[in-house]
C-alpha cells in the first residue's frame, strides 16, 4: 500500500537466449561485434528469404517454461506481428499472439522473509528487432544497425500479481537466476539482454483495479523499481487531484528520472496478427517435452526456500549461495553428509571463499575446495581441534592445494590444546605471576579477564582452546 | 460494410491522393462487397498437428555475405549503417 | 524449323548427339528476340553476354565428355520475382527497377548446376498482382497470337516468351493461376506444382502459402524435364516437402487406360465461353474414346473460392510488401519530411495501383475487428475446399475444367474494372487453395484463333499422373499451331 492505494503491477520480460545462431537464419548470436556485420538475407528481410525455426531455441523456450511451471503446448504456432519502423526490416516481427509455447505458470518469490506466487501467464518466442543509432553529428538522420535482428527472444508475460517494486525486483532477480541456472540467456543487463516493460495501476483497496499504463525502455532491475515507485506516485497524485490515470503507453527516461506518455488508447497500433504463412505448425514430441523437463535442476528459487526453512540460513545468505548454481552444489553436497550445522557452512562460504573468489576471479570448480575437505575443516573447529584462525590457515591452503586436513593440522601446527589439566596448569602459572589483575577482577574490573586469558594463550603459543581456557579462569577466579 | 479507406492506407503506409480517392474508394467497395458473402462456419481454426516443421539445428555460419554486398542495394549509407530520417527516441 | 522454334526434349537430344551446340541455341533464341520482342515485350531484362558465355561453357564440358543433365544448354527465360544473383530482379515495380539481389533462389542454384542457359527475366504483374501482364511498371507484354490482346499474367512474359520462341522453356510462378492462365492465353503448357514441391527460397513473396514456382514450355515433355530439375525438398523453405521426387521426363506414359476424369459441374457454368466449354468437353471425350471413364463430381463450396483467395492472398501481399519501404533496398522517394512521410511517399510512388488495392484489401480484412469476419472465414473455407477436393480424389484420378473462362482479351479492355480482371482466376484459384497441382495444355483454339487450355487437376504430389494425362491428350491432339508473329 501506498498513501491508502494498493499497487498493481504485472510485467512483461524479454529475455535474449544465448543460441548459437538466430532464430530464423544461420547468422551469428552474438553481441558486441562490428555494425552489420552478423546479417544475412534473411534477418535483412530481403525479397524472396524465408526463416526457418531454430531448434534450440524451441528448446530453451520449453525449459524456462517448466522452470516456472507451465503448460507447454506441444503444438503451436507463429504470428505475425505487422507494424513499420526501421529497426524492424521486414516490417513485421515474428511472434506468437493466440497460442505460445507455454502458459499458465508460476514462480516462487521471497520478498522481505514472506514468500509469495507470482502467476506466469505465458512464455512465447520471438524476434528480437535491430537498433538506432543517434546524434547530433547525424545531420538529422538515424543510423540503423541490423545486427540484433533475429536475435532470439523469449518474452515472458505475468500475471498483474506484484504489488510493490520490492516485489517487482525480486520477481526479475528471480527470473534471471533461473535464466542463468537454465543455462540459457546471458543476463548481461548492460547489453540488454533482459529487458521489460511495466504495467502499472493503483486502486482504494475494495474498488475496482485502476487504469493501468505501460511503461517501456526499462533496461535495469533498479531502473524497473525506480519507474514503479514514479508511476506510482504520478498516478496517485492524478487520482488525488480528482482526476482520471489514462490507459497509455510511456516511455521511462532513467537518467531524468521520468517518465513521458508515448502514445495514448486512441493511437494504439493495430497490429494486424496473422499466423506466419512462412512457417508450418511446430509439433514437439511428448517424449521431448519430458526430457527437457529431466534436464531441469533444483532452481534457486526452490533452493532458497529449502535453505531457509529447512536449514535456517537468513534470506541473504540463502539467497548468496542459491543464486550461483556451483556454490549452491558445493553447499548441498556439504549439507548431504549430514554432519553440521548449515550456518558453519555459509560462513565459510560468504566469508573466505567469495572474498577468495573476488580477489582472483576464479570460479567454484577452479578451486580445490569441495564438500569433503570443507566438511573435515569445519568439523575440526567445530571439535575444537582447531581455532578458528587455525582454521583460517588451512582454508587458505585447501583452496588452492588438494592436501589432506587432518596433516595440515600437524603440518601447521595447529591443534589446540584441549585437555583440562593441561590447561588448568597454564591458568596456574599465569594466576601466580599476574596477582594484580587478579585483584582487579575481583574488585570488578572484569576487563582483567581479557587480559588473562590472553596471557595464557600467549603461554601456551597459542594452541590452547580459547573457549575452554576462559572457563577454567573464570572458575578459578571464584 | 463501409471502409474507412484513409484509417487503412494510413496503417498501410499509403498515401491516396485526393483526386484518386473517389475512385479508389469505390474500387475498393466492389472488392470487400464481393469477398464479404461468405457463409458463417461455426468452426474454430484448429491446427495441423498432422503437417509438422522440420526445424534447423542450431548451427552459425559466418562469412557468407559481405557487408558491401548486402549493403549494395540500400538508397543511403553511412559508418556501415542504413540511413533513415531521425526518429524519435 | 529454328531451333528456338523447337522443344526443348528435341533440342536436349541433339545437343546430346552434338548436332548441335548450346552457343548456337543460344544464338537461335536472341536471333528470335531481335525479331520479336519489340513487338512482344516478353523480357524486363535481357542477358546475352552471360547466356552465350555459360552456353560456351556447357559446350566446353559437353566436349570434355563429361556427362550432363538433360537441361544443359537449353535456353530459358526466368520470370522476374525469381531472385537471380547480380541479375535485376524488379517484380515489374517501380519499386524493385534497380533492385540486383546478393543471392539466388534456389531454383536458380539447381537450374545453374543442370546447366542451363538464361537469356534474361521476364515481365509480369507488378508483383505478380494481375491477371493480364499489363500492371507491369514497364511495358504490357503482348499475346504472340494476336499482339492487340494480353497474355495473360502475372507470368504473361514466361508464357509469351515460350509460345514466340524467344527462349526454349520458362520459370513462372503461380499463385491464383498465374502460371496456367497465361499458358492457357498463349496455347503453350504449364504446370502449378503441388505446395511444397517447389522451394520458393528467393521467390519474391506474393502469399506465402499459395505461391509455387513452376515451369512453362511448349510440350507436356518439356514442363517434365523441367520439374524434374527444380522440384525437391529446400531446408531453406520451411513449407517445402521432405520427400522423393520421381524424374517425370522419363516417367511419362502415352496411356489413357483405366484413367478416370472428374467434370465438376460447378466450373461449367454461365460464366464460361460457350466455345471454351465446347472445345474442353471435345478434349474430354477424346480421352474418353481411347480408354479413359468420365464422372460428373460436385465441388460446391468453389463459389467461394475467388473471395476466400482474395481476402487470404491480399492479408499475406499486405505483410509480404511491407518490407518495401526505402531503408534497405529498392525505391526511396526524394524528397520528405522525416520517417513517415518517407514511407508514405515512396510506398506510394514505388507500388502501381493494383498493387495498392491489393495491399489496402489485405490491410482491411486483417485489422482489428474485422479478421474474423474475412480472414478467419476464408481459411475455414479453404479447408472446406480442400476437403472436398479430397473427397473427389477418392473417386477420380484427374478434375478436368476450364483453365480461363475466355480466350485473351483485348490489351486494355479490363483495366477499369478490377473485378471484372479477378473472375478471370475463378477456375484456378481453387487449385492454390486446396495446394495441389494442376496444369494447363492447349486444347485447340477458338473461331477468333484464340488458344484455349484445358486444366487437369491432381490430388497433391500426383504430378506424375497429372503429366501423363497431359502428355496422353497431347499425343491424341496432335501437333498445336505455333504462333505467327
Redesign the interface.
Known amino acids: 500500500m501506498v498513501k491508502g492505494y494498493e499497487v498493481v503491477i504485472g510485467l512483461e520480460t524479454h529475455a535474449e537466449l544465448n543460441t548459437e545462431s538466430k532464430i530464423y537464419c544461420d547468422c551469428k548470436n552474438q553481441f558486441g561485434l562490428e555494425v552489420n556485420s552478423q546479417v544475412c538475407p534473411v534477418c535483412m528481410g530481403m525479397p524472396g528469404a524465408l526463416p526457418t525455426l531454430n531448434e534450440k531455441v524451441v528448446d530453451y523456450a520449453i525449459k524456462m517454461g517448466h522452470a516456472l511451471n507451465c503448460k507447454i503446448n506441444r503444438v503451436c504456432k507463429q504470428d505475425r506481428k505487422n507494424y513499420f519502423y526501421p529497426d524492424l526490416p521486414k516490417a513485421y516481427q515474428i511472434s506468437q499472439a493466440e497460442v505460445p509455447l507455454c502458459e499458465n505458470g508460476y514462480v516462487d518469490i521471497l520478498v522481505d522473509g514472506e514468500e509469495r506466487r507470482i502467476g506466469v501467464t505465458r512464455i512465447h518466442i520471438e524476434e528480437d528487432a535491430g537498433k538506432l543509432l543517434h546524434s547530433d553529428k547525424f545531420d538529422g538522420c538515424s543510423l540503423v544497425d541490423l545486427n540484433r535482428c533475429g536475435v532470439p527472444l523469449i518474452e515472458i508475460v505475468s500475471e498483474p500479481d506484484m504489488r510493490s517494486s520490492a516485489e517487482a525486483k525480486a520477481y526479475l532477480e528471480t527470473l534471471k537466476s533461473i535464466l542463468q541456472y537454465l543455462g540459457i540467456c546471458d543476463c548481461k543487463m548492460e547489453q540488454g539482454s533482459i529487458r521489460c516493460d511495466v504495467n502499472v495501476s493503483v486502486h482504494k483497496p475494495g474498488e475496482p483495479l485502476g487504469t493501468r499504463s505501460e511503461m517501456k525502455n526499462v533496461n535495469s532491475f533498479s531502473a524497473a523499481v525506480r519507474g514503479i515507485d514514479y508511476e506510482v506516485n504520478r498516478q496517485i497524485e492524478i487520482l488525488e487531484n480528482g482526476g482520471r490515470v489514462e490507459q497509455e503507453t510511456r516511455r521511462w527516461d532513467d537518467v531524468k528520472g521520468e517518465s513521458v506518455s508515448m502514445r495514448s488508447k486512441e493511437d494504439a497500433q493495430d497490429y494486424r496478427y496473422f499466423p506466419e504463412p512462412d512457417l508450418l505448425t511446430i509439433v514437439v514430441d511428448e517424449e521431448r517435452v519430458n526430457a527437457l523437463k529431466n534436464e531441469i535442476p533444483e532452481l534457486p528459487n526452490t533452493k532458497l526456500l529449502r535453505y531457509v526453512r529447512k536449514f535456517g540460513l537468513s534470506q541473504k545468505e540463502a539467497t548468496f549461495i542459491a543464486e550461483s548454481a556451483e556454490l549452491a552444489a558445493l553447499f548441498d553436497g556439504c549439507m548431504a553428509k549430514g554432519k553440521y550445522p548449515a550456518k558453519a557452512y555459509a560462513t565459510w562460504l560468504l566469508g573466505d571463499f567469495i572474498k577468495y573468489l573476488n580477489d582472483t576471479g576464479k570460479s567454484v570448480s577452479d578451486t580445490c575446495l569441495d564438500a569433503d575437505n570443507l566438511t573435515e575443516l569445519v568439523g575440526l573447529i567445530e571439535k575444537g581441534t582447531i581455532s578458528n584462525a587455525g582454521g583460517k590457515k588451512i582454508f587458505a591452503v585447501i583452496i588452492e592445494k588438494k592436501e589432506d586436513v587432518a596433516a595440515l593440522v600437524d603440518k601447521l601446527g595447529l591443534a589446540q590444546v584441549s585437555d583440562s589439566s593441561a590447561l588448568e596448569a597454564i591458568a596456574d602459572e599465569v594466576l601466580a605471576a599476574n596477582e594484580k589483575s587478579v585483584s582487579d577482577y575481583k574488585n570488578g574490573k572484569t576487563n582483567a579477564l581479557g587480559y588473562l586469558v590472553g596471557q595464557c594463550m600467549k603461554a601456551s603459543k597459542g594452541k590452547a582452546n580459547p573457549g575452554m581456557m576462559k572457563e577454567i579462569i573464570l572458575k578459578k577466579l571464584g | 460494410m463501409n ?1 474507412d ?1 484513409r ?3 494510413k ?7 485526393d483526386d484518386q480517392f473517389e475512385k ?1 474508394e469505390k ?2 467497395q ?3 462487397d ?8 461455426d ?1 474454430e ?1 484448429a ?3 498432422n ?12 562469412d ?2 559481405t ?1 558491401q ?8 549509407v ?10 524519435v ?1 | 524449323m529454328e531451333l528456338y522454334g523447337k522443344n526443348a526434349a528435341e533440342l536436349s537430344a541433339m545437343l546430346k548427339n552434338r548436332e548441335i551446340s548450346s552457343v548456337e541455341l543460344t544464338e537461335s533464341v536472341f536471333r528470335r528476340i531481335d525479331e520479336t520482342e519489340e513487338k512482344i515485350n516478353a523480357y524486363v531484362t535481357l542477358d546475352r553476354e552471360n547466356a552465350l558465355k555459360s552456353a560456351a561453357e556447357i559446350d566446353a564440358r559437353r566436349a570434355a565428355g563429361e556427362e550432363l543433365s538433360p537441361l544443359a544448354g537449353i535456353v530459358m527465360g526466368i520470370k522476374d520475382n525469381i531472385s537471380t544473383k547480380g541479375l535485376a530482379t524488379t517484380c515489374a515495380s517501380k519499386m524493385l527497377a534497380d533492385y540486383k539481389p546478393p543471392f539466388n533462389a534456389t531454383v536458380m542454384d539447381k537450374l545453374a548446376a543442370a546447366g542451363v542457359v538464361v537469356a534474361g527475366k521476364l515481365n509480369m504483374d507488378e508483383f505478380a498482382m494481375g491477371s493480364s501482364t499489363e500492371t507491369s511498371y514497364f511495358k504490357p507484354t503482348k499475346n504472340p497470337y494476336d499482339t492487340d490482346r494480353i497474355p495473360g499474367g502475372s507470368s504473361g512474359g514466361s508464357a509469351a516468351a515460350v509460345a514466340a520462341g524467344e527462349a526454349v522453356l520458362a520459370l513462372g510462378s503461380d499463385t491464383g493461376g498465374s502460371i496456367r492462365q497465361p499458358a492457357a492465353y498463349c496455347g503453350v503448357v504449364g504446370l502449378k506444382p503441388t505446395y511444397g514441391a517447389v522451394s520458393r527460397f528467393g521467390l519474391v513473396a506474393f502469399a506465402s502459402s499459395l505461391d509455387q514456382i513452376g515451369p512453362i514450355g511448349k510440350t507436356v515433355e518439356d514442363v517434365a524435364m523441367l520439374q524434374t530439375a527444380i522440384c525437391g525438398h529446400d531446408r531453406m523453405d520451411a513449407t517445402s516437402a521432405r520427400r522423393e521426387y520421381p524424374d517425370y521426363f522419363r516417367g511419362l506414359e502415352n496411356n489413357a487406360q483405366g484413367l478416370k476424369i472428374g467434370i465438376p459441374k460447378e466450373y461449367f457454368g454461365d460464366g464460361i465461353d460457350g466455345e471454351v466449354k465446347q472445345k474442353i468437353m471435345d478434349a474430354v471425350k477424346l480421352l474418353e474414346k481411347n480408354g479413359a471413364s468420365v464422372k460428373e463430381i460436385s465441388l460446391p463450396s468453389a463459389d467461394y473460392a475467388l473471395s476466400s483467395y482474395y481476402i487470404i492472398s491480399s492479408a499475406e501481399a499486405s505483410s509480404n510488401l511491407a518490407r518495401y519501404d526505402g531503408v534497405r533496398y529498392g525505391y526511396r522517394a526524394e524528397n520528405y519530411d522525416g520517417l513517415i512521410d518517407m514511407y508514405e511517399k515512396t510506398r506510394s510512388e514505388g507500388f502501381g495501383d493494383e498493387v495498392k488495392r491489393r495491399i489496402m484489401l489485405g490491410t482491411f480484412v486483417l485489422s482489428s475487428g474485422f479478421f474474423d469476419a474475412y480472414y478467419k472465414k476464408a481459411k475455414l473455407l479453404q479447408r472446406r475446399i480442400s476437403a472436398e477436393f479430397s473427397d473427389a480424389f477418392g473417386e477420380v484420378d484427374v478434375i478436368a475444367t476450364p483453365t480461363v473462362p475466355t480466350t485473351a482479351f483485348r490489351i486494355g479492355e479490363n483495366t477499369d474494372d478490377p473485378l471484372k480482371m479477378y473472375a478471370t482466376d475463378i477456375c484456378t484459384v481453387t487449385v492454390n487453395i486446396a495446394g495441389l497441382p494442376a496444369l494447363s495444355v492447349p486444347c485447340g483454339c477458338d473461331s477468333k484463333g484464340l488458344p484455349v487450355g484445358l486444366q487437369l487437376i491432381g490430388g497433391k504430389f500426383t504430378e506424375q499422373r497429372l503429366l501423363n494425362a497431359a502428355y496422353t491428350y497431347e499425343h491424341l491432339r496432335g501437333g498445336f499451331p505455333a504462333a505467327v508473329i
Open positions: 471502409i479507406i484509417h487503412i492506407a496503417l498501410a503506409r499509403l498515401r491516396i491522393e479508389f474500387e475498393m466492389n472488392i470487400v464481393m469477398v464479404e458473402n461468405l457463409p458463417d462456419i468452426e481454426l491446427l495441423d498437428e503437417d509438422p516443421m522440420t526445424l534447423r539445428e542450431d548451427c552459425a555460419v559466418t557468407k555475405y557487408r554486398e548486402l549493403m549494395a542495394n540500400a538508397p543511403q553511412k559508418a556501415g549503417c542504413l540511413v533513415v530520417p531521425k526518429t527516441e
